[in-house]
T-cell receptor, first 112, second 111 residues
Framework: EAQVTQNPRYLITVTGKKLTVTCSQNMNHEYMSWYRQDPGLGLRQIYYSMNVEVTDKGDVPEGYKVSRKEKRNFPLILESPSPNQTSLYFC???????????FGQGTRLTVV | GQQVMQIPQYQHVQEGEDFTTYCNSSTTLSNIQWYKQRPGGHPVFLIQLVKSGEVKKQKRLTFQFGEAKKNSSLHITATQTTDVGTYFCAPRDNYGQNFVFGPGTRLSVLP
């Protein structure tokens, strides 16, 4: 089954404790991205990657890192999480940039 | 940068009534996508519009792209409880590289 898989689905952590949210797609898509969703703000892009070893900042990249060492995986790293990063995070993949996005199930992160 | 507005923010309708959400951009768009997110779920792609004045239908859903390519609408005829969710437009302007998601319209359907 074609899908985007995120883990974990739920995470509660403390300020400053490094964490990684994994994202994997099995559709051989070139383009992957991370979004955060906050009430009233829609989905805002954090980082995106057009292909392996190619990543770029989205609209709200501060406090986040990403890597794209393999085509299928695109982890989101929070080196030192802060409470304002409490949010619902979605990973998405597209065949290429201008095509439809396939979203993962989401990761609800709470930073206390 | 590109500013995307969606109106209304919330809409409550009785089952069987029609529903329309509008998406407006501050810049001319190259194309626009629409997504639906069910409560507790993830966004799911509905459609992409590319041409000026384009109208596309999916059963009870009608999508329209404005003639000037600065706005779009989604109309649902005779809503059903399965239509509940948040509808996002995601336009891409002529200068930007990525799709920018609007804030969404949350639809509630009362049985």
């Amino acid at each position: 089954e074609a899908q985007v898989t995120q883990n974990p689905r739920y995470l509660i952590t403390v300020t400053g404790k490094k964490l990684t949210v994994t994202c994997s797609q099995n559709m051989n898509h070139e383009y992957m991205s991370w979004y955060r969703q906050d009430p009233g703000l829609g989905l805002r892009q954090i980082y995106y990657s057009m292909n392996v070893e190619v990543t770029d900042k989205g609209d709200v990249p501060e406090g986040y890192k990403v890597s794209r060492k393999e085509k299928r995986n695109f982890p989101l790293i929070l080196e030192s999480p802060s409470p304002n990063q409490t949010s619902l995070y979605f990973c998405a993949s597209r065949l290429v940039r201008g095509t439809e996005a396939f979203f993962g199930q989401g990761t609800r992160l709470t930073v206390v | 940068g590109q500013q995307v507005m969606q109106i209304p923010q919330y809409q409550h309708v009785q089952e069987g009534e029609d529903f329309t959400t509008y998406c407006n951009s501050s810049t001319t768009l190259s194309n626009i996508q629409w997504y639906k997110q069910r409560p507790g779920g993830h966004p799911v792609f509905l459609i992409q519009l590319v041409k000026s004045g384009e109208v596309k239908k999916q059963k009870r859903l009608t999508f329209q792209f404005g003639e000037a390519k600065k706005n779009s609408s989604l109309h649902i005829t005779a809503t059903q409880t399965t239509d509940v969710g948040t509808y996002f437009c995601a336009p891409r302007d002529n200068y930007g590289q990525n799709f920018v998601f609007g804030p969404g319209t949350r639809l509630s359907v009362l049985p």
